[in-house]
């Protein structure tokens, strides 16, 4: 009994320290673990900090997968440049409008585009952000991997608002292993996308090989020091034609403790609650809602695409308009209304 009541009051004093910004590695640590009525008590913290902040309604994203070609290797990733087992497509301009339409017509207020690092795609963004914000006047949210410094200012010029570069972990040599370029290079592509002055979004990725467990805490810090405006986090799924491929999926509760972890620290910022959760556990995306999430990325990319755009495994799981507006119902949140 004074065992659980030292580790209740160790829980406790630790979600204080964050809620206070005394940031400790050792206090993040112990919450990444917890479990039960503990991990209860820190969604419940993370909620009322999302409530405080003015942050608990549901943003609603409307995702296109412009194009699988890539030139990297990420070595968790099945449209990666090695593997040849992949049909490629790259979507042309009216193709992505009339998506861009689509997601317009849910009453979708984000248009998020997202690829391979493909050159290609940066020649398309010069048609479709002016066309997006002239015609359709949304939010428009890139993730398009690595660039110099001069195309993220042109991305921003033409009209983008945001763009999501995950460092998928803080550690160096992890990094390294797993993405065959170093982290220092994403870093830096992170921090001029912030100086060009387009919203920046980051996070990390749970349940790499070999990934420390310190370094989970590491990835959080991060995170806070690079302070962004949106924050996510998935567990690692394993892809088919990789080398990762028989490695276990990244831990569930893990994952949703990081994400609880992120909304104290990071109070009003945006943080998704992804479809890896819901693919690993039924009703994932919904305790991801319960654990401070608020938003929703809802898949708008045809199925013929779709079945090629392989960064999770063949068999991910679509989050569509219907299942993002039954789990806010569930959750007693409410969308932002555009
Ligand atoms: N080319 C872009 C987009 C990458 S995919 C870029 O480099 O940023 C977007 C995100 O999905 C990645 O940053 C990674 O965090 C996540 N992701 C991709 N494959 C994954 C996997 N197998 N398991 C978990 N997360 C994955």
């Known amino acids: 009994m004074s065992a659980i009541f030292s580790n209740n009051t160790d829980v406790f004093a630790s979600i204080e320290r964050l809620l206070k910004r005394q940031v400790e590695k050792a206090d993040i640590l112990r919450l990444l673990k917890v479990t039960g009525e503990f991990q209860q008590e820190l969604f419940r913290q993370a909620r009322a900090v999302r409530a405080a902040s003015g942050a608990d309604k549901v943003h609603l994203r409307g995702v296109i997968e412009i194009s699988n070609y890539c030139q990297k290797s990420c070595v968790y990733c099945a449209i990666r440049a090695p593997n040849k087992n992949i049909s490629h497509y790259r979507m042309s301009v009216d193709e992505i409008m009339e998506l861009a339409y689509k997601i317009k017509e849910f009453g979708i207020n984000i248009i998020f585009l997202q690829s391979g690092q493909d050159p290609k795609c ?3 963004m010069e048609e479709v952000i002016p066309r997006i914000k002239q015609e359709l006047n949304t939010t428009i949210l890139l993730c398009l991997g690595e660039w110099p410094k001069i195309v993220y200012q042109r991305f921003y010029d033409l ?5 999501i570069l995950k460092y998928e972990t803080s550690d160096p040599e992890l990094y390294e292993k797993i993405a065959h370029t170093p982290l220092s290079g994403r870093l830096e592509c992170a921090r001029w996308i912030k100086e060009v002055g387009m ?4 996070g990390n990725i749970v349940g790499l090989p070999d990934q420390p467990f310190e370094s989970l805490a590491e990835d959080i810090l991060l995170g806070v ?6 924050v996510s986090v998935s567990p690692f799924i394993a892809n088919q034609d990789t080398p990762f491929e028989n490695v276990p999926t990244g831990d569930f509760n893990i994952t949703l403790n990081t994400m609880a972890i992120n909304r104290i620290l ?3 910022s945006l943080i998704p609650t992804v479809s890896a959760l819901e693919k690993i556990y039924p009703e994932g995306q919904l305790m991801g809602l319960n654990a401070g999430a608020n938003v929703i990325t809802i898949n708008f ?8 755009y392989k960064i999770y495994s063949k068999d991910r799981f679509v989050v569509t308009h219907e299942h993002a507006l ?10 932002v209304q555009v």
């Open 266 to 268: 990071h109070n009003a």
């Open 301 to 308: 990319t045809p199925p013929d695409y779709q079945k090629k």
């Open 122 to 124: 940066v020649d398309l």
């Open 225 to 230: 020091a690079l302070q962004p405006d949106f």
């Open 199 to 202: 919203k920046l979004g980051v």
């Open 159 to 163: 009209g983008a608002d945001s763009y």
């Open 326 to 335: 039954n789990i806010i119902d569930k959750s007693g949140m409410q969308r």
